[in-house]
């Protein structure tokens, strides 16, 4: 009987199974980052008061920016992976699959380096 | 009793679309749904078609849908289904040919995908024998080996309804029982396959197949037993 050459072979790293780690990974610290960042903004402070000097209070702090940079990497890509897990749901074309899963990575890098600009960037409180 | 059966119809060589037709059937508490279904071709339409074989739910030929849930029909009885009215519908997911009969080629598809026999081109034991395993080596994949190939798990599955291209809980299931089998070499092989981007990782644990499963397999905990064992392989 002719065996195929199954001794050897790994599963080995790929893709799909690093996209499934890294959705659990990111979720685990999304718990801290996401309930921080509610209790803080929503709560404590309240939406209505968040302006662009609280804002620039907030980004003085050189640990707000790296939380928020945190925030950002991990909510976003673990959303968009969400939203290409849904889309191979409906779309079952291999090509349009690839054309869906590049547009999705373009799309997570600009929105992700808009908001990595400003974080960077930082903004400067209005003059009084 | 006297319970009405609304049964799914559907016959390619007639320009008659897929419907619904209804039968009175007399049934008692103790019957089958199978036995009803006998009864209806058996005394008022003998061109309804289903598949049956050894109606003790060993062969898992008469898995269909029942009030809405896939199950064998040689095991569900008519007292458990507390209802006047009996819908039995095809799996979903998988092309109807006729009636309650749906095409079971794209299951078997993914089922021969996994390897499902024994790899091991070891030399034979010294006895020129057996392989001999451990009563708990032997317990790792008890589980599993109790898969009857219905289908009914992989057609309750979301994933697979949504993707036909997904593996299912079936597959998985008979790779599982071959992936901790310790006289098997091929685990590596087959956990590559279920790496893929068909394979497990397409299972959000709904666990509509542990219910579906007339055979009590915990899938749901096989599937995530092989999804461990490629994370400690990758």
């Known amino acids: ?128 | 009793m006297r319970l009405t059966l609304k049964i799914f119809r559907y016959d390619p060589n007639t320009s008659a679309g897929p419907h619904y037709d209804r039968f009175q059937v007399e049934a008692d508490p103790n019957d089958r749904v199978l036995d009803l279904l006998e009864a209806v071709r058996g005394d008022q339409d003998d061109t309804l078609s289903f598949r049956r074989s050894c109606a003790h739910g060993v062969c898992g030929s008469d898995a269909m849908r029942i009030n809405g849930l896939n199950a064998l029909a040689c095991k569900v009885l008519v007292k458990d289904l507390n209802s006047d009215t009996i819908q039995i519908e095809p799996l979903l997911g998988l092309r109807v040919e006729k009636d309650l009969i749906v095409d079971m080629e794209p299951f078997f598809a993914h089922y021969r995908s996994i390897l499902p026999y024994l790899i091991n081109d070891e030399p034979l034991p010294e006895d020129g024998k057996e392989r001999l395993q451990s009563e708990a080596e032997r317990e790792r994949f008890d589980d599993t080996t109790k898969c009857i190939l219905c289908a009914a798990c992989t057609t309750s599955c979301p994933s697979f309804w949504a993707d036909g291209q997904t593996i299912g809980p079936a597959a998985i299931v008979n790779a599982h029982r071959f992936i901790f089998d310790s006289r098997d070499r091929g685990r590596l092989k087959r956990l590559k396959i279920l790496a893929g981007q068909a394979g497990v990782w397409r299972c959000r644990t709904a666990f509509n197949c542990t219910e579906a499963c007339p055979r009590d397999i915990h899938i749901t905990r096989a599937i995530a037993e092989v999804k461990q064992e490629i994370l400690k392989h990758s």
Do not use: C
């Open chain 1, 1 to 128: 009987m002719q065996l195929p050459d199954a001794i050897k072979e790994k599963p080995g790293r790929n893709y799909e199974t690093i996209a499934w780690k890294w959705m659990r990974y990111s979720a685990l610290l999304l718990i801290p980052l996401v309930w921080g960042h509610v209790l803080l903004q929503d709560i404590l402070v309240g939406v209505h008061r968040i302006d662009l000097n609280y804002v620039a209070l907030r980004w003085a702090s050189l640990g707000w920016r790296i939380y928020d940079v945190l925030l950002l990497g991990f909510a976003f890509a673990h959303g968009v992976n969400g939203l290409r897990q849904v889309a191979l749901d409906y779309i079952h074309n291999p090509r349009a699959r690839r054309g869906v899963e590049w547009g999705l990575l373009i799309f997570w890098l600009l929105i992700t380096g808009i908001g990595a600009a400003a974080i960077i960037g930082g903004v400067s409180a209005l003059p009084e």
